[in-house]
Protein backbone atom coordinates (compact mmCIF):
# COMPACT_ATOMS: atom_id res chain seq x y z
CA UNK A 1 0.00 0.00 0.00
CA UNK A 2 1.44 3.88 -0.73
CA UNK A 3 0.28 6.73 1.08
CA UNK A 4 -0.22 10.19 -1.18
CA UNK A 5 -1.04 13.39 1.04
CA UNK A 6 -1.37 17.14 0.32
CA UNK A 7 -0.65 19.83 3.26
CA UNK A 8 -1.97 23.16 2.88
CA UNK A 9 -1.84 24.85 5.61
CA UNK A 10 -4.01 24.81 8.63
CA UNK A 11 -7.44 22.32 8.19
CA UNK A 12 -7.64 18.34 7.21
CA UNK A 13 -4.79 17.34 5.08
CA UNK A 14 -5.76 16.00 2.11
CA UNK A 15 -4.13 12.36 0.90
CA UNK A 16 -5.46 8.91 -1.04
CA UNK A 17 -4.35 5.31 -0.08
CA UNK A 18 -3.68 3.67 -3.24
CA UNK A 19 -3.64 -0.56 -2.88
CA UNK A 20 -0.78 -2.05 -4.38
CA UNK A 21 -2.26 -6.07 -4.08
CA UNK A 22 -5.95 -6.72 -5.08
CA UNK A 23 -7.80 -8.92 -3.70
CA UNK A 24 -6.42 -8.18 0.06
CA UNK A 25 -7.55 -6.45 2.75
CA UNK A 26 -6.43 -4.00 5.02
CA UNK A 27 -5.91 -2.41 8.24
CA UNK A 28 -5.67 1.14 7.20
CA UNK A 29 -4.02 3.06 10.45
CA UNK A 30 -3.85 7.14 10.74
CA UNK A 31 -0.76 8.82 12.66
CA UNK A 32 -1.19 12.42 13.16
CA UNK A 33 1.85 13.83 14.96
CA UNK A 34 3.12 10.20 16.39
CA UNK A 35 0.00 9.25 17.75
CA UNK A 36 -2.78 6.43 16.31
CA UNK A 37 -5.70 9.23 15.37
CA UNK A 38 -8.05 6.72 13.83
CA UNK A 39 -7.74 2.84 12.38
CA UNK A 40 -10.17 1.06 9.98
CA UNK A 41 -10.58 -2.08 8.41
CA UNK A 42 -10.95 -1.77 4.61
CA UNK A 43 -11.94 -5.45 3.34
CA UNK A 44 -11.30 -6.74 -0.27
CA UNK A 45 -14.42 -6.92 -1.29
CA UNK A 46 -15.66 -3.21 -0.33
CA UNK A 47 -13.34 -1.86 -3.03
CA UNK A 48 -12.99 -3.12 -6.82
CA UNK A 49 -10.83 -2.08 -9.56
CA UNK A 50 -10.74 1.12 -9.44
CA UNK A 51 -13.18 2.65 -7.06
CA UNK A 52 -12.18 4.76 -4.07
CA UNK A 53 -12.94 4.03 -0.27
CA UNK A 54 -13.48 6.87 1.63
CA UNK A 55 -12.58 6.16 5.37
CA UNK A 56 -14.37 7.26 8.27
CA UNK A 57 -17.62 7.64 5.60
CA UNK A 58 -16.05 10.70 4.39
CA UNK A 59 -15.68 12.30 7.37
CA UNK A 60 -12.95 14.02 9.03
CA UNK A 61 -10.47 12.03 10.80
CA UNK A 62 -9.54 14.39 13.93
CA UNK A 63 -7.29 13.78 17.11
CA UNK A 64 -9.26 13.07 20.47
CA UNK A 65 -8.14 14.84 23.42
Keep these: MAVQKEVQ ?4 T ?3 VFWLVPN ?3 EV ?3 IQ ?3 AY ?3 V ?3 ELGPGETFWL ?5 IVMTP
Design 29 to 31: EVE
Design 9 to 12: GPGP
Design 43 to 45: EAS
Design 24 to 26: HSY
Design 34 to 36: GAQ
Design 14 to 16: EFG
Design 56 to 60: NGDLP
Design 39 to 41: TET
